[in-house]
């Protein structure tokens, strides 16, 4: 049997141990730099002493150099030849829509997720109505060309037609020039959730729970393309085809749509609605004590 000394054994504890500490310490500036995209390292490193971290605004402005977190800053872009102009932020359209078909709304969202020894990022596309998982990317970025990949891989499984709303959040890479530019180029509508209110892209948060309870967190990856392989698998195989549903009526997506046979004189696809109240389901206000009726 190999001895070791009881120095080397406690110079070896001491090497390994800031390694874990100190991915638990990116854990929770991805996870804060994930969920507040817009906040520079000073607000992130803030958030991350609140948490109980002992770590200065400079260690954590390289971690995030390190892991591509300062690309989320808010950046602008040249509209016209002669102004500059932030982002447009565009109105929630989603919780006015009534989906009755697949390719009406599609709803986007990323995470990060973390391996063995670095963080990588996922973007997704799903379809509101049968809660597919039409798109998706996985990349060591949180720029733009991420969830535009993920876009490209929805369009091109799908091919929607005009009419399209996709919704977000107010991320920089939703509302980036190149993702507007693709969203209008194939006739689709944007969409994003208003501030602080997570719960507007519900089925987006949903979905990603989902494949980290039961996929991500159920194993350790050491590498993206180990991880993408087994991603593409539960999605593709699982998460689409048998995985069941209660919002569908316990089907998976894949029966879930099989079962839209429509007859023959049924009208062409169409865009989602818009649902509004109608003027008797506006309640009136009770006049005040001694008006005149």
């Known amino acids: 049997m190999a001895t070791v000394s009881r120095a080397s054994f406690y110079r070896h504890w001491e090497e390994k141990a800031p390694t874990e500490a100190e991915m638990a310490l990116r854990d929770a500036i991805q996870r804060l730099a994930v969920g507040h995209r817009f906040y520079g390292y000073r607000r992130i490193a803030i958030l991350v002493q609140r948490e109980g971290y002992e770590v200065g605004t400079k260690k954590v402005r390289r971690l995030m150099k390190e892991d591509n977190l300062l ?39 990323l995470t990060y997720v973390r391996l063995l020894a670095e963080f990588v990022y996922l973007a997704v596309v799903l ?41 977000s959040d107010r991320g920089s ?14 006739g689709a509508v944007p969409s994003m959730s208003r501030p602080g209110r997570p719960w507007e892209n519900g089925r987006c948060e949903s979905f990603l729970k989902t494949l980290k309870q039961e996929e991500i967190d159920a194993r350790a990856y050491h590498t993206m393309e ?31 749509e099989g079962g839209l046979v429509k007859p023959a004189t049924a009208p062409a696809w169409l865009p989602a609605g818009l649902s509004f109240r109608r003027y008797e389901e506006v309640p009136l206000l009770e006049p005040p004590p001694g008006s005149q009726p």
């Open 127 to 167: 379809d509101a109505f049968s809660r597919r998982a039409v798109g998706w990317a996985l990349g060591r970025s949180l720029q733009a060309s991420l969830p535009l990949a993920a876009l490209e891989n929805a369009i091109r499984n799908q091919q929607p037609r005009t009419g399209l709303v996709h919704h």
């Open 71 to 109: 690309a989320v800053r808010r950046r602008k872009f040249v509209a016209t030849t002669d102004s500059d102009h932030d982002f447009v932020v565009y109105p929630n359209l989603a919780e006015q829509l009534i989906v009755s078909d697949v390719n009406q709304l599609w709803v986007a969202d």
């Open 173 to 186: 890479q939703y509302a980036s020039n190149d993702y507007v530019k693709r969203l209008e180029s194939i």
């Open 226 to 256: 180990e991880l993408e392989q087994h991603v593409t698998e539960f999605i593709e195989q699982i998460y689409n085809r048998v995985r069941l549903h209660s919002a569908l009526g316990y089907l998976s997506p894949e029966e879930f």
